[in-house]
Structures are given as C-alpha cells and as structure tokens.
C-alpha cells in the first residue's frame, strides 16, 4: 500500500515539476502515535493514529480494527486520506488510525474496553477542530458511540463532532451508512454519461457494506445497468442479470451467497476476467496486480476498495485500453458525508436523507467532472489527473488550464 502512494505521488511530482520539499510535504505525516494499549485482562495490542496533513482544516480519517494494520499501512491511508479531502473541496485534512486485532475474537466487554482505551491515550491529540476520526475496516457506529462517549467523559466536549459514523441516536448523519456505496455510483454514473455509454454491464467484488450499496443504489436509479457478476469473501457468483437488491437481502439473511437463484458459481479469477463495461473493486486492496492485470477485459475498473490495483497493473491495464477509476475519487462518498455529520454537528441541526444525497451526488459529480476535464486537458489517465488535481488543491498550486 505504502509503495502504491509513494509511486503515484513522485509520478504526479514529475508532472507537476514540485521541489524535493514539496514531494517530501506529501510523503512525510505531521506526527504519528505509535502506542500500545493493554486490557485489563493483559491481552495486549499495538495502535497507531497518523495525523499527515491538516494544512486545509482538522485530520480525518478512519479506525481499522484488523490484525494486518501496521504503521506502514495506517501512513498510506492518511496520505491518501488528504487526497480524498483536496480533492473533493472539503475544509479537511487526511488522519489514519488502527489497532492491530482481530475484533472477532474479543468480547464485547473486551472490544469496549480496547475502543475506550485507544481514545483515552489519542484524547489530547483529537477533538472537532484538531483530528475527527470515524469507523473503517471492522469497526461501526458502535465502537464509534463507546470513543465519543470516552471523549466526552475525558474532555467534556458535547458537540459529539469529536468522531463521526455515529449512530443517528448519538449525533449521527443520514445516509451516513449508504454514503461510499453511493458516491462511487454517482462517480461511475457521470463517468458513463461523459463516454455516452448507456448500455452497462458490471462485475462486483465484494458485497460488503460499500459493495451492496454500490449495487443497490445502481439497481434504484439505474435499472437497466446489469450486474452480471458478484462475489463475496467466500464465493463467486454469474448470471446475465442479477437482482442486485434480492442479492444483497439473501446475503444479509443468510451471510453467503452460494446458493443464490438463477446463478451460477464461478472463480474469483474468472470474475476478473469478466467482459464487463466496469469492474467494481470493493474488497481488498492488491487485488489487480502485474501478474492477471493482462486477463482484465473490463472497459473500466472502479475502485471501491483502498488500492485495488497496484501501481504497475495500472500501466499495464491503461495500455490495454482499461482505464482505472482511483479509490480516491471513487470511494470518497463517505467522508464527504461525514464532514456533513460534523458540520451538523458543530451547527446543532439534523439534515434529512434527501438534503445528505443531494448536497452528496453533487459533490461527487463536481469532483469527478473535475478529473474527467483534466485528464482530457493534460492527456492523462483518471488516476493520473485525480492524483495531480488532488496534489495541487492540498499544495495550493495552480491547476493547468
């Protein structure tokens, strides 16, 4: 992950022609906390938070609960989170944090405790105007509740715009949960009205939270897209035209989709290979890599997930006429909506679902318009232009015109 950003970033410093110090602003977090959090019981894990930009406004970012999360990788994030930020126009900075855990494996007592103790330690170094965290990978509203809760009791604040992805009850936003799925289909929906395609065909790794909404909100306000492939952690899946909303209830109620109607189960590699308008990545990241990029067959690759496609498989793919859509345009729906949730916060007001979408879907158009003009100006790839977009925003260069 943290080779992926790196690369990308000194290819956008050559485009760009930024200093030695202006390529070592982006590479270098202001600070990292590198901690150890011990429960009561003397199970033990390492945490991190990384604070890397916070030259536009407060550090943002999530909380991954995983036991893979390393400094290397929380960095990277943050950096790309101060991407996402600059590029969508939000008064944001970029923040990562994690723990390095199964949370599967805890208690809910044990998993409340260690959520409480990592915002015990971090409180000094976060709040509504210096570092907003908010869940990610294997954390929720829940855990988010337990680290406001902590943070009220340790500061007194009681705006609840310390963290965002809340639960409605404690302060959260509508259409907090649906917000990634659904900018990443507003992203795919202007990108196909820009190349006059009509006729959409997709495949769909991952039927997680992102995944399904992605699905769903295209089955909603595009019913003539085809879903025609879709896997989850454990199966793959293909038929002519998935039900995408029927799949993602029989997931929902039976936590698999091996078995679902009317299709049939295909490999994961056979997914990839699938001959699709788009393939959506909205699983893992280093899915795309040099060694099966030359099987994809998709006209373009929209990524959900953080890094999907390595930064050579992008090369390879674009050459073959496959163009990657970057996860810092196509999954930023959700901090866009949780800088919503803080501002309601900070404002004491509740917006409704229509406000949140609305005020989402054209935020999201804005960005990838964005992207899409200037890599039609500049004659880069989207990945290319949302990165120098994305760097010249947070640097505060001047766009080439």
């Not at 390595?310 to 073959?320: P, S």
């Not at 406000?355 to 158009?365: C, F, G, I, R, S």
């Amino acid at each position: 992950m943290h080779t992926t950003v790196t690369y990308f970033l000194q290819e956008s410093a050559k485009r760009l022609g930024l200093s030695d110090q202006q390529l070592n602003k982006l590479l270098t977090p202001n600070k990292v906390h590198e901690f150890t959090i011990t429960l009561n019981n003397g199970k033990c894990f390492q945490a991190y938070r990384s604070q890397h930009n916070n030259d536009r406004g407060p550090y943002k970012g999530g909380i991954r609960f995983h036991p893979d999360v390393t400094r290397s990788e929380v960095v990277a994030l943050s950096i790309l989170m101060s991407l996402k930020t600059a590029l969508l126009d939000l008064p944001l900075g970029g923040g990562k944090g994690g723990i390095a855990v199964d949370p599967k494996q805890l208690t809910t007592h044990e998993l409340e405790e260690l959520s409480r103790k990592y915002v015990a330690y971090l409180s000094p170094y976060i709040g509504p105007q210096q570092d907003i965290p908010a869940p990610d990978v294997q954390t929720n509203s829940q855990i988010i509740d337990w680290m406001t809760d902590e943070y009220h009791k340790i500061t007194g604040d009681t705006s609840g715009a310390s963290f965002t992805g809340k639960s409605l009850k404690k302060g959260g936003s509508n259409g907090r949960e649906a917000a990634t799925g659904r900018g990443g289909f507003i992203v795919a929906q202007t990108i196909m009205q820009s190349n006059n395609i009509t006729d959409v065909s997709y495949g769909l790794q991952g039927l997680g939270n992102v995944g399904s909404f992605f699905a769903t909100e295209a089955s909603t306000l595009q019913p003539r897209w085809q879903l025609q492939a879709a896997s989850d952690s454990k199966t793959a899946i293909s038929s002519k035209d998935i039900d995408a909303k029927s799949l993602v209830a029989y997931k929902k109620h039976n936590q698999k989709i091996a078995g679902f109607p009317n299709t049939e189960e295909i490999s994961g590699s056979q997914l990839i290979r699938g001959e699709y308008t788009m393939l959506v990545l909205a699983a893992l990241g280093n899915v795309i890599t040099p060694a099966n990029a030359s099987v994809v067959r998709a006209r373009f690759i929209i990524e959900l997930a953080n890094g999907p496609v390595t930064d050579k498989a992008t090369d390879i793919l674009f050459q073959q006429g496959t163009e990657v859509v970057p996860d810092i345009l196509a999954n930023a729906g959700g901090v866009v909506v949780s800088y919503y949730e803080w501002l309601q916060n900070m404002q004491k007001k509740r917006w409704t679902h229509e406000d949140v979408n609305t005020k989402l879907d054209a935020t999201m158009t804005q960005a990838t318009v964005d992207v899409l003009d200037y890599a039609k100006l500049t004659k880069t790839t989207l990945k290319q232009a949302a990165f120098d977009v994305a760097v010249c925003k947070l640097l505060d260069l001047p766009l080439r015109k």
